[in-house]
């Protein structure tokens, strides 16, 4: 089992997203994501987000711990349970990333760029402001077979609906 951390810093009604196109054997390779990545021994899900945003941003953030997403896919070996969290405050100087190209983006305009499916579950869940939640998402592939919120199967085009249908903050 692997324990990871994942952050969307928002700004202005923008997230700092991770284009991911530089490192070789990525899961994540040219899909656009949050900030975060896996726990190093003796951390906290805060001290992992903490350490992974000043390293891959060189922003120090104050996150907010918002829900925990399970991964399931037949491309990994192991079941990955990610801490997600949200970020509004931050300081520092934005550095370049060795992992991919960061950019401030809209939030709506990751619909139009490579993400995974299931990230628009959790984010439109975050914009809803919804209650700290708990989603198990099922990958066969890059297809999402499957998605339970807090227990109960749910489908990933009605929250595409939900999350083009939020407004921006």
């Known amino acids: 089992m692997i324990n990871t951390t994942l952050c969307y810093i928002e700004q202005e009604g923008k997230y700092l997203l991770l284009h991911r196109i530089k490192k070789q054997n990525d899961i994540n390779k040219d899909k656009w994501i949050g900030i975060g990545g896996k726990f190093e021994e003796n951390e906290s899900p805060e001290d992992c987000i903490k350490r992974e945003a000043l390293e891959e941003t060189g922003l120090s953030i104050h996150p907010i711990y918002r829900g ?7 491309g990994m070996n192991e079941t990955e349970f990610m801490h997600l ?4 405050e931050f300081s520092g100087k934005l550095k370049d990333c060795d992992e991919g190209v960061l950019e401030w983006l809209p939030k709506k305009k990751l619909l139009e760029l490579p993400h995974w499916d299931g990230d628009i579950i959790f ?3 975050l914009e809803s402001d919804v209650p700290f939640f708990s989603l198990k998402l099922t990958y066969k592939g890059s297809t999402l077979t499957e998605a339970i919120l807090n227990g109960k ?4 085009q009605n929250f595409q609906q939900k ?3 939020i407004p921006e903050r």
């Open 163 to 165: 999350f083009i249908g």
């Open 153 to 156: 199967v749910v489908n990933y």
């Open 85 to 88: 969290f949200t970020a509004t």
């Open 123 to 125: 984010l439109a869940l």
């Open 68 to 74: 925990i997403v399970t991964f399931i896919s037949d």
